[in-house]
């Protein structure tokens, strides 16, 4: 029990500690993206892996002619297909049946599942990586030792708080640039996620658009009349044609049904993927039009100063909005992020007053004092969050 507690208290120490050497710089959108989508793709990607290599991924039966071995790796490298289904016949599975004059529905997809999945969580990663290049560290920089420090020293607070709003006013207008990388990932996010369905719909055939859909329709439908869609995408059952030379030269052809075992696996992570894909999506395009909200209407910024941080004199937010631009107040918009609400109400007061009453000191402070503020760029990159 000691052992117990001795781990409980270290995992406690270190997300802690986490929670407050880690810059946040995105909104809960962007991590949707790289932190849960990504993980999503990641963890599909292991248990198709998982069950290929442990299970039997095929498993095709013949006439005997053709050894089972042989028939399984040739069945798995190339394709096996499908007919196209009537419920009006009698066949023992959808999808089976004599394939004279019918077209065939080829399934080749499979053996390239887990390595789609894998590339989709790399995609997924991309604009943020991107975007904490790009920030090089700039939050984590001007807000160290203002997070999670409650208990600060007064003395030791003001000065931190100072020394904020001071940098803050020096570079003041020069945030463009920075601001642009964000909404550049931001639309990045939202071309990544519809691309990805489109990719998915190329890859199965041009089955995965329509994949959910279809799955909620036949919940829907008479149990006697309905046709699975996952069956007609993922299809359990399939047939194979193995050519070879008979002992007169002429080529045989010997027909084999094909257990995919696999894809009852499959079938089940991409309804997910369906679903999740399409709720990202309008998570995504919601966030795009808040961030052009933001961007076009300061009546947009000049609420969210006043209800999300708090922030009510009336002066102090017309001050800011109307001398701020829109790389200044995402940085503003990030810092609130953070640190408590109360300290950055306390900076946005002071900042606010500053710009009002145009007390801006002409000279800045020297360098030693701001040595906070100014650390090695790429000590502080590494440490933000990931």
Not at 35 to 41: K, N
Not at 118 to 126: A, D, E, P, S, V
Not at 344 to 359: I, P, Y
Request: glycine letters at 6%; one cysteine or more; hydrophobic letters at 45%.
């Amino acid at each position: 029990m000691a052992v117990f507690g001795l781990a409980s208290a270290v995992a406690g120490f270190v997300k802690v500690r986490y929670l407050i050497d880690k810059a946040v710089i995105d909104n809960m959108v962007f991590r949707m993206h790289y932190r849960i989508t990504s993980a999503i793709m990641f963890l599909s990607c292991i248990l198709v892996t998982a069950n290929n290599l442990i299970g039997d991924p095929i498993s095709c039966i013949s006439d005997g002619a053709v050894p089972t071995h042989i028939l399984n790796t040739y069945c798995w490298i190339t394709y096996t297909f499908t007919l196209p289904y009537s419920g009006s016949k009698g066949i023992a599975h959808p999808g089976l049946g004599n394939d004279y004059e019918e077209e065939k529905r080829i399934h080749s997809y499979y053996q390239w599942v887990p390595f789609m999945l894998f590339f989709q969580g790399l995609l997924f990663y991309i604009p943020h990586w991107i975007w904490k290049n790009w920030e090089e560290g700039k939050v984590r920089m001007i807000s160290d030792g203002m997070r999670g420090t409650l208990g600060t020293i007064a003395d030791d607070k003001t000065k931190s708080q100072n020394r904020l709003v001071q940098y803050l006013l020096d570079t003041l207008h020069t945030h463009n640039t920075y601001s642009f990388g964000y909404f550049f990932c931001e639309v990045l996010n939202f071309v990544n996620v519809v691309g990805n369905i489109f990719f998915l719909d190329t890859f199965l055939g041009g089955a995965f658009l329509a994949y959910g859909t279809d799955v909620v329709k036949f919940s829907n439908m008479n149990q006697e009349q309905r046709t699975d869609p996952m069956i007609e995408v993922f299809p359990r059952i399939t047939k194979c044609t193995f050519h070879k030379y008979g002992a007169s030269g002429t080529i045989q052809k010997h027909d084999a049904l094909c257990v995919l075992a696999l894809n009852i696996l499959n079938e089940k992570i991409f309804i997910f993927l369906w679903f999740w894909f399409i709720i990202l999506s309008v998570v995504s395009g919601l966030a795009l039009v808040y961030s052009a909200a933001v961007i076009l209407l300061p009546s947009t910024r000049e609420t969210i100063l006043k209800r999300r941080f708090r922030f009510g004199s009336p002066n102090g937010v017309e001050a800011l909005v109307r001398k701020t631009q829109v790389g200044d107040f995402l940085l503003l918009h990030l810092l609130g992020q953070n640190i408590s609400l109360r300290v950055f109400g306390e900076v946005l007061d002071e900042l606010a007053r500053r710009l009002h009453l145009g007390s801006n000191p002409p000279s800045a402070p020297s360098t030693l004092e701001m040595a906070p503020i100014y650390p090695d760029i790429d000590k502080f990159s590494k440490e933000t969050e990931t």
